[in-house]
């Protein structure tokens, strides 16, 4: 999580300024993580304002 907190600062999706499959993929992987109890927390606040545009697109809860 720490190496995809650095290379998430500054950027709006995984793959630069648009959602795309990589964010798709990016988010699937950090869900199935919190089902093994590796999580988000404090040190994480690029990934976590990610994560809540994801989780914000309708797309998200199909």
């Keep these: 999580m720490a190496w995809f907190e650095k290379e998430m600062e500054g950027r709006e999706y995984v793959a630069g ?5 990589a964010d798709i993929t990016a988010v699937g992987a950090i869900d199935f993580a919190r089902a093994v109890s590796i ?3 404090e040190a994480h606040p690029c990934l976590r304002a990610w994560h809540g545009r994801v989780a914000a697109r309708s797309s998200y809860d199909a």
């Design 17 to 21: 300024n648009t959602f795309s499959i």
């Design 39 to 41: 999580g988000l927390g």
